[in-house]
């Protein structure tokens, strides 16, 4: 009796220890770091101050990712604007919801800079409207809201076929009434549209039309077909794609017309935006296609409040 006692403390100190060490193991696992992203508002055409702190919400709604809203000056005084020392290096990722004042030679080399080493950034709706003249960032960007002598515009066939369009010919920049419309997900493989439906609904956006710019090195992820009903070209649209510059990358998301919040409360808006900020700074991405996805049929929108 004596021993089977003694064997029977030894195995419960032996549970004990391995529990005492497993928990301290758990404990100790290094947690994956978060994406870092630097929010940038301030000034835009649109109305930023709603904007971009819904941005910033919805990013951080995401375990996986911290932002951060880094604003620009919102009057376009020249001590504001020499206090204004945005440290990009410090993050992986800057979201650019600006449309405003030419930012100072400083801070565009600064920009130009991050990228080019690696950096990435995600420009949204006007955002791509800004800083013409500045041909670093038009070249990051690749189509932009610019007249039709600027550049080439781009658009997809109904093969599937990307056309260039030349200078100076062509549909002109612009777009038509809000209203939904059909995505098509024509990069099916990219970590940022893997799993999507091949076609699905966007709720009440502007959908931008006639972008031009050098159009060089353009990665087109999502088009939509421009409703000639709405004002529209009846072509299929870049809506979402990416550039790759120097060792880093941008990725252009026209929608979120902000006029009308729907468009930023859709499930296919959000999660498109949450997975571009996980792409560019990992290269892959951990938010799920989630069940309540748009469908071809249907647009899918959750309100902030009921995250």
Same mark, same amino acid.
């Given at each position: 009796?004596?021993?089977?006692?003694?064997?029977?403390?030894?195995?419960?100190?032996?549970?004990?220890?391995?529990? *005492?060490?497993?928990?301290?193991?758990?404990?100790?696992?290094?947690?994956?770091?978060? /994406?870092? #992203?630097? *929010?940038?508002?301030?000034?835009?055409?649109?109305?930023?101050?709603?904007?971009?702190?819904?941005?910033?919400?919805?990013?951080?709604?995401?375990?996986?990712?911290?932002?951060?809203?880094?604003?620009?000056?919102?009057?376009?005084?020249?001590?504001? +604007? $020499?206090?204004?020392?945005?440290?990009?290096?410090?993050?992986?990722?800057?979201?650019?919801?600006?449309? &405003?004042?030419?930012?100072?030679? $400083?801070?565009?080399?600064?920009?130009?800079?991050?990228?080019?080493?690696?950096?990435?950034?995600?420009?949204?709706?006007?955002?791509?409207?800004?800083?013409?003249? +500045?041909?670093?960032?038009?070249?990051? /960007?690749?189509?932009?809201?610019?007249?039709?002598?600027?550049?080439?515009?781009?658009?997809?066939?109904?093969?599937?076929?990307?056309?260039?369009?030349?200078?100076?010919?062509?549909?002109?920049?612009?777009? &038509? &009434?809000?209203?939904?419309?059909?995505?098509?997900?024509?990069?099916?493989?990219?970590?940022?549209?893997?799993?999507?439906?091949?076609?699905?609904?966007?709720?009440?956006?502007?959908?931008?039309?006639?972008? $031009?710019?050098?159009?060089?090195? #353009?990665?087109?992820?999502?088009?939509?077909?421009?409703?000639?009903?709405?004002?529209?070209?009846?072509?299929?649209?870049?809506?979402?794609?990416? #550039?790759?510059?120097?060792?880093?990358?941008? #990725?252009?998301?026209?929608?979120?017309? *902000?006029?009308?919040?729907?468009?930023?409360?859709?499930?296919?808006?959000?999660?498109?935006?949450? $997975?571009?900020?996980? +792409?560019?700074?990992? &290269?892959?991405?951990?938010?799920?296609?989630?069940?309540?996805?748009?469908?071809?049929?249907?647009?899918?929108?959750?309100?902030?409040?009921?995250?």
């Amino acid at each position: 009796m004596k021993r089977l006692l003694a064997i029977c403390g030894t195995l419960l100190l032996f549970s004990a220890t391995s529990t *005492v060490q497993a928990g301290e193991e758990v404990q100790n696992k290094p947690l994956k770091p978060k /994406v870092r #992203v630097m *929010v940038i508002g301030g000034q835009n055409n649109h109305d930023w101050k709603k904007s971009t702190p819904y941005l910033n919400d919805t990013l951080n709604r995401d375990p996986h990712i911290k932002a951060t809203i880094v604003n620009a000056p919102t009057d376009n005084n020249d001590k504001s +604007w $020499r206090a204004w020392k945005p440290r990009f290096a410090d993050y992986d990722v800057v979201l650019l919801d600006y449309n &405003g004042k030419m930012w100072p030679d $400083r801070i565009r080399s600064d920009f130009e800079d991050y990228i080019r080493k690696g950096g990435s950034a995600i420009v949204i709706h006007a955002a791509n409207n800004s800083f013409t003249g +500045w041909s670093e960032f038009e070249s990051m /960007v690749g189509l932009l809201w610019r007249g039709r002598d600027f550049g080439r515009s781009l658009y997809v066939d109904e093969q599937g076929e990307t056309v260039r369009v030349a200078p100076g010919i062509g549909r002109q920049m612009g777009h &038509g &009434g809000i209203y939904d419309w059909t995505m098509t997900t024509r990069d099916r493989k990219h970590p940022v549209t893997k799993g999507m439906p091949l076609r699905w609904m966007h709720c009440r956006d502007e959908l931008y039309h006639g972008q $031009r710019g050098p159009a060089k090195n #353009v990665n087109i992820l999502l088009t939509a077909f421009s409703d000639p009903k709405q004002g529209g070209t009846g072509k299929h649209e870049p809506i979402v794609w990416w #550039v790759p510059y120097g060792k880093g990358k941008v #990725v252009t998301n026209v929608m979120g017309h *902000v006029g009308h919040i729907d468009c930023l409360e859709c499930v296919g808006f959000q999660t498109i935006l949450t $997975r571009s900020a996980q +792409w560019l700074a990992t &290269g892959g991405c951990t938010t799920k296609i989630s069940a309540n996805f748009p469908t071809e049929n249907a647009i899918s929108k959750v309100k902030q409040t009921d995250r």
